[in-house]
């Protein structure tokens, strides 16, 4: 299985790899540790469960000279047994937790990189969206994917954030594009619906920014005889607040 889906995904020419998405059972670990080689440079690129059904989803990256090393793995739980102990003495399959642990491997789609709830992916009509990068020299990852933004004329916004191995950009992108970048980047980690950043609010006049608490508390309906308590830990808000 995992061949055939190596063999049908139609890579772009100047791809370095495929990426893959692998299932757990429902309900189950998924063994995730396995699914990452920084040797081999096969990158373990996101992890996500499902909560309607408990299913844990991983998203890989492997290059195209190691297209072998999953199904190797699979080769070797069929055929190679661990060393005999007096609990096992027969050994077991090698690779058996990782591999029991898997209960599909696919090409990977939109979905496979959506980490927000899924009804927010933005299908026809073009949404502002998080597109996070595994990155492995800034300044040439970067250029490349701007250079792909570019050519398909897909709108991005100039800021970067930075974090170790990650970068985020800002682009406005409907289903139709985050699956154009996700076949022709090999860079492509995490897909997710831009915030509103919290600016709109902090840049207001102090007088505005009452007005605006003090309409919300015309909205606010309390229950004193409710049993559900909040607690907000923020040292900007205390007990005299609107």
């Known amino acids: 299985t995992i061949q055939r889906e190596i063999d049908e995904y139609n890579l772009s020419d100047t791809r370095q790899g495929i990426y893959l998405e692998f299932k757990g059972d429902a309900g189950k670990d998924l063994v995730t540790k396995s699914l990452e080689s920084m040797g081999s440079n096969i990158r373990l690129l996101n992890v996500h469960s499902n909560q309607e059904d408990k299913v844990i989803t991983a998203t890989v990256f492997v290059p195209n000279e190691k297209q072998e090393f999953f199904s190797d793995k699979i080769h070797q739980y069929e055929t190679e047994n661990t060393t005999p102990t007096e609990k096992f003495p027969d050994g077991n399959p090698r690779h058996k937790d990782f591999i029991q642990s898997i209960s599909n491997i696919s090409n990977a789609l939109v979905e496979s990189f959506w980490v927000d709830p899924l009804h927010l992916i933005p299908n026809e009509e073009s949404k502002w ?47 139709e594009k985050l699956t154009l970048l996700s076949r022709y980047s090999d860079h492509i980690a995490e897909y997710r619906l831009a915030k509103e950043s919290a600016l709109l609010w902090t840049e207001m006049p102090p007088r ?17 005889d409710s049993d559900v308590s909040i607690c907000i830990l923020d040292t900007g808000v205390n007990n005299g607040h609107t």
Do not use: G, M
């Open 208 to 224: 505005e920014q009452a007005d605006w608490a003090d309409e919300l508390l015309t909205r606010i309906e309390t229950n004193p």
């Open 129 to 175: 969206c998080e597109v996070w990068l595994r990155i492995d020299s800034f300044e040439e990852d970067i250029q490349a994917f701007n250079s792909l933004l570019e050519e398909h004329h897909i709108q991005s916004t100039p800021n970067i954030i930075s974090f170790p191995e990650r970068a985020v950009k800002l682009v406005n992108v409907n289903r």
